[in-house]
């Protein structure tokens, strides 16, 4: 299994049983980004760089033609993505990233007219008021003489954006860092040992994952966070009559038209867009 890639004539790092080629991710020692880099610089003179995700061979296409080539004109060659979606394990997973092409497809053309010119031009006033917060935060801390956290502070901002123009819910998170929102945004840009090992067994151990789904592995939080807030705000604004034209107004459409609740966890990783 593991000459895969040698036997075509691709370069690429040694596979180790059990880990592929990513025994450092799994391990915590070094980010995927982090790690998707060195590949590149590692194999700069490769236009395709060859390894694996446990046993399943994976390729990377650096060569621009080639790339153009698979996103345009041979892309109904290449429609599937890397990991896929845990139906029953992961319902967050079930979103534009990991769907495979059968589901993503007509998901695809219900959330296009989302993105439209006019939608995010309507969004424009609402980052506007974020702004201000933001600025009213800056200028308290100058008055006060106190340094100014830039990475937290954007933090911040941007979860008032995405709790504005996603959630239609004010999140306040400038000037209160003990949100629940923001609390759980910091566990997706510091995962614990835990939750690096579970990404690390959904991705690389797929079939491991749905095995232990349940029992050692069960529900994370910020599954359950994302999926609790999200209905609980559709619920409110359909009890109440309430229409902002965003984004969970597209969702109210489109969960009109769905057969399991579940299917909300599909728009987890547009939010975080």
């Known amino acids: 299994t593991f000459d895969f890639w040698k036997s075509r004539g691709v370069s690429g ?12 991710v799994v391990l915590g020692k070094v980010s995927l980004s982090d790690y998707m880099k060195k590949l590149y610089n590692d194999y700069k003179d490769e236009p395709l760089i060859g390894i694996f995700a446990g046993r399943t061979p994976i390729l990377i296409v650096k060569h621009p033609d080639l790339i153009k080539d698979i996103l345009i004109k041979d892309f109904s060659i290449f ?7 845990h139906d029953r394990g992961d319902p967050l997973s079930q979103n534009l990233f990991e769907l495979d092409s059968k589901r993503w497809r007509p998901l695809r053309a219900k959330l296009t007219p989302v993105f439209t010119s ?49 959630f239609g819910i004010e999140m306040n998170a400038m000037s209160n860092e003990d949100s629940e929102f923001r609390r759980i945004g910091r566990t997706l840009s510091h995962p614990s040992f835990w939750n690096r090992l579970r990404f690390a067994i959904k991705d690389y151990l797929p079939w491991l994952f749905d095995i232990l789904y349940g029992c050692i592995l069960p529900q994370s939080e910020k599954t359950r966070f ?37 299917d909300i966890g599909k728009y987890y990783l547009l939010f975080i867009v």
């Open 226 to 262: 994302f999926m609790r807030i999200v209905l609980e705000t559709m619920d409110y604004r359909e009890k109440n009559n309430i229409t902002r034209n965003d984004f969970i107004d597209t969702l109210r459409e489109l969960k009109k038209h769905s057969d399991k609740m579940g």
């Open 13 to 24: 790092p040694r596979p180790i049983p059990g880990f592929g080629t990513f025994k450092n």
């Open 79 to 85: 429609p599937d993505r890397w990991s896929g979606s």
């Open 118 to 166: 006019r939608k995010l031009k309507e969004m424009f006033v609402l980052i506007s008021e974020c702004s201000d917060h933001l600025v009213q935060h800056v200028e308290k801390l100058v008055n006060k003489n106190e340094p100014i956290e830039c990475v937290e502070m954007t933090a911040r901002y941007m979860t008032d954006v995405i709790g504005s123009c996603v």
